[in-house]
């Protein structure tokens, strides 16, 4: 694979492929780690009167058939706000499209945004846990603090601000891999982003016309 699309990261001795299409790979445990996906989130704008296109739900589903085939996993890891709010008609479809990676585990770290009732996640294959450990890593939705484990949590939408020489200004979105917590950016459209300060010895890579680039910190 061409490493301007992923980059290997080395957390706690587990070895992660970072992709500019915004997905984790953790080669020990074979899994496809995608935080934020917030299906339903463009049905839920257009019934509330802000005209979002349907595309924009097939384009999640696209992007996330050519994350799993590109890796083949064992299992697939949402790791929080896979729904957006209440049932809408898009997580039906999102059921409908998970049918064809029935033998693919799946697992979902519940995130704030997740308050489908438990059978729409149990029809959908979908095992729901508040965490999930691979050795000395502690996969959350949101950031927590630990002594123990390495945390890697969504939630935040991660960006960076970039400024150039005549003061213009690019936001990106990013992973960010501190000394203690790192975080990966949201997978679904229309999600938006919060900017992270970026601290001294921290890593990491923006995602700038689908290619990862390591800015210096």
Same mark, same amino acid.
């Given at each position: 694979?061409? %490493?301007?699309? @992923?980059? $290997?990261?080395?957390?706690?001795? $587990?070895?992660?492929?970072?992709?500019? %299409?915004?997905?984790?790979?953790?080669?020990?445990?074979?899994? =496809?780690?995608?935080?934020? =996906?917030?299906?339903?989130?463009?049905?839920?704008?257009?019934?509330?009167?802000? #005209?979002?296109?349907?595309?924009?739900?097939?384009?999640?589903?696209?992007? /996330?058939? $050519?994350?799993?085939?590109?890796?083949?996993?064992?299992? /697939?890891?949402? /790791?929080?706000? +896979?729904?957006?709010?209440?049932?809408?008609?898009?997580?039906?479809?999102? !059921?409908?499209?998970? !049918?064809?990676? &029935?033998?693919?585990?799946?697992?979902?770290?519940?995130?704030?945004? &997740?308050?489908?009732?438990?059978?729409?996640?149990?029809?959908?294959?979908?095992?729901?846990? #508040?965490?999930?450990?691979?050795?000395?890593?502690?996969?959350?939705? $949101? *950031?927590? &603090?630990?002594?123990? @484990?390495?945390?890697?949590?969504?939630? =935040?939408? *991660?960006?960076?601000?970039?400024?150039?020489?005549?003061?213009? %200004? +690019?936001? =990106?979105?990013?992973?960010?891999?501190?000394?203690?917590?790192?975080?990966? *950016?949201?997978?679904?459209?229309?999600?938006?982003?919060? /900017?992270?300060?970026?601290?001294?010895? &921290?890593?990491?890579?923006?995602?700038?016309?689908?290619?990862?680039?390591?800015? #210096?910190?």
């Amino acid at each position: 694979m061409d %490493s301007r699309f @992923f980059q $290997e990261v080395v957390i706690n001795g $587990e070895h992660l492929q970072i992709f500019a %299409s915004k997905v984790v790979f953790h080669h020990e445990s074979q899994s =496809l780690i995608i935080s934020d =996906l917030h299906i339903g989130k463009a049905a839920h704008f257009r019934a509330n009167a802000i #005209p979002i296109p349907t595309i924009a739900n097939k384009e999640n589903f696209w992007r /996330l058939v $050519e994350a799993i085939e590109k890796v083949n996993p064992r299992k /697939l890891i949402f /790791l929080g706000d +896979l729904s957006h709010s209440k049932w809408n008609t898009e997580w039906d479809d999102f !059921k409908d499209f998970l !049918k064809q990676y &029935d033998t693919v585990e799946k697992l979902l770290i519940k995130g704030n945004h &997740d308050i489908l009732h438990s059978k729409e996640y149990e029809e959908a294959g979908i095992n729901v846990m #508040p965490f999930w450990k691979t050795g000395k890593v502690l996969w959350t939705h $949101e *950031p927590i &603090d630990s002594e123990e @484990f390495y945390v890697i949590s969504g939630h =935040l939408h *991660p960006a960076v601000r970039l400024v150039g020489s005549a003061k213009q %200004s +690019l936001r =990106l979105p990013c992973f960010c891999f501190g000394e203690r917590q790192g975080y990966i *950016p949201a997978f679904g459209q229309f999600t938006g982003t919060a /900017l992270y300060q970026p601290k001294e010895g &921290d890593q990491i890579w923006v995602i700038a016309n689908d290619s990862l680039v390591k800015i #210096p910190t």
